[in-house]
Structures are given as structure tokens and as C-alpha cells.
């Protein structure tokens, strides 16, 4: 790994284009091009962005959402498929390490993927975020730890988390333990309103922190005609503004340029690896500053399936121990018993 090294990053805040896998992804393509046109040499996309964050299940209830639901589904990313190709050449074409939310269809099943595209057009990542949140779990499946993990890039050792993920600070610590030096945040923007971007600045400037790392965050806007489409009920359609945070942050947590809030835009920042250095020699949560004699973290990465062969070496993994939990005893199961007082 490099620490003494600089390159430029932008995160995106665009709209997508509702109903539209291929029109989304004209945008994404676009907007690469113009991150190249600024010496950009990492670009990061919004969560879920192809062919749009699923904004209805949290303005409709359940039963108004089939069609939706229908029409994401139809729309959805195969991967590797037609979406994942056209952003291959375009990071392949610019020499851009491209970082894409997009909603996965793996059968009959939806996914919120995160991907990570080296400069050559390689698919370097290809994740699932662990556990939807609240309204996302009539969505979306669950991910497996395969994708707790970190790539090394043409830009630098990464890291990528979706949203509400950064909640989970075992989650998080993963990625901290395996030393990224850029982490790739996502969230879906134009939701809940600016307490959505407040807290979403704590989280990514906490990260950046704890983590001693650059952080690089986008987030989508809605136009109010999208909002108004997405949620006919005017008072709902509030629930679709604000909370837009696309920000580039430095390891001491400072915003390495200022944040794009409202409408489209991108945050460009030059990211110098020294500020790594000059963070962790006084913090460095993985190496010096842990005691991991006191706290360790057990991580499964093996990836999951609903079948798997008797022969096949993830057989045994799926086999409940002690030992596979981190518990000292086989017991860790039965309830605790207190005695009572007196």
C-alpha cells in the first residue's frame, strides 16, 4: 500500500431517471465523463442509483406498492449484464476507478449492490448491503459477509458501506481492519429532510475519524416533479425533500471541499494519502491504538447459499460451533439465570 501518493475523487449527487434502468445509466456514463473532465480519477454514485432508490416503499403502504415493486423488479441490474458493461467501458474508456449503487436482480430476488469498478473496467467488488432498513426489507434480500471486505484499486486501497450499514460498527470495523485508505459511502438522498444530512455528515465525518481514512460520500436529489410522481399524496411528497449530503471528507474529519446539498452536482477534492499517516500516528484503531488481547471482532466473509453439496467445502461452515460463534463454550445459547435476591 501507498501513503505517499495524491489523486482526485469526486462524488455525484444527480436525479436519476425514474422508471428507466437505461436512462439512469446514460447519466451515470455521462457524469464519468464529466468527472474525467476534472482530473477525477475515483467517482462514486448514490446508493441503489440504477435504476433508482426505491423511494415509494417509504411513502406508499404495502398494498399500494405492487406496481412499483413490478416495475423495479423489471427494471433491475443483472450482474454482469447490459448496465454493468456500459460502466465497465466508461471507467475502461476515462481510466476512472467507478464506485455504482445499483439495485440488483438475481432471479427472483432484489439486492441493493454496491459496485466497484478498477480503471480497466474490471469488476473489482461486487457487494450486497447486509440487512435493508425498516421499509427496504419489503425490498430488498439480505447480503452475505463475502463483501466485508476491501479492494486494492488504481486509486488506493477502498472500502464501501450503504447507508444505515454505517450504523453497525462491527460493519464498519471490518473495513477498518483491513486498512482502507478511501471509503466509498452511499446513501439515497431527497429523504426524510436536512435531519437525514445532519446525521448523515456525523456518520461519514466520524468514519473518517475513527477510521483514519478519506471518505467519499454520494447522495441523489429529486426534482419536486419526481417527488410528486413518486408519492401523489402531498403531504408524503415532504418526506422526499432534503437530506442531500455528497461530501468528500479527510481522515482528521474535515470536509475536504464544500458539500453538495440541493440539486445536481459534484464535490471534487484532491485526497493526499499523507493525511493518512498524520491521522494514524496518533489513532490508528487497527494497529496501536486496539487491544486486541481485550476486543476482537470474529468476521464469517464466506459467501452464502440456500443449497449447498455435501462436498463442498462451505458445507462445514454452515455447521453451528462454539468455536465458528467465538464463544468459549458451547453453552452460549442457554439463557442467563440470575439468582433471585434474597
Known sequence: MEYDRKIRAAAVQASPVLGSRDGTTERVVASIARA??????????????????????????????????????????????????????????????????????????????????????SLALHRRKLTPTYHERMIWGQGDGSGLRTVDTAVGRLGALACWEHYNPLARFALIAQHEQIHCSQFPGSLVGPIFAEQMEVTIRHHALESGCFVVNATAFLTPEQAREIAPDEQMQGALRGGCMTAIVTPEGTHACPPVTDGEGMAV?????????????????????????????????????????????????????????GYPDADHRAPVVRPEAG
Open 36 to 121: 474525467a473532465k476534472e482530473g477525477a480519477e475515483l467517482c462514486v454514485f448514490p446508493e441503489a442509483f440504477v435504476p433508482y432508490y426505491p423511494y415509494f416503499s417509504f411513502v406508499l403502504p404495502p398494498p399500494a406498492m405492487g406496481k412499483e415493486h413490478m416495475r423495479l423488479y423489471e427494471e433491475a441490474v443483472t450482474v454482469p449484464g447490459p448496465v454493468t458493461r456500459a460502466v465497465a467501458a466508461a471507467a475502461r474508456a476515462h481510466g476512472v476507478v467507478v464506485v455504482l449503487g445499483v439495485n440488483e436482480r438475481d432471479h427472483g430476488s432484489l439486492y441493493n449492490a454496491q459496485l466497484v469498478f478498477d480503471k480497466d473496467g
Open 269 to 325: 477534492a484532491d485526497l493526499d494519502f499523507a493525511l493518512i499517516t498524520k491521522r494514524k500516528r496518533m489513532m490508528d484503531a487497527a494497529g496501536h491504538y486496539a487491544r486486541p488481547d481485550l476486543l476482537r471482532l470474529w468476521m464469517d466473509l464466506a459467501p452464502r447459499s440456500v443449497a449447498v453439496g455435501a462436498g463442498d467445502p462451505r458445507a462445514s461452515s454452515l455447521e453451528p460451533s462454539a468455536v465458528d460463534h
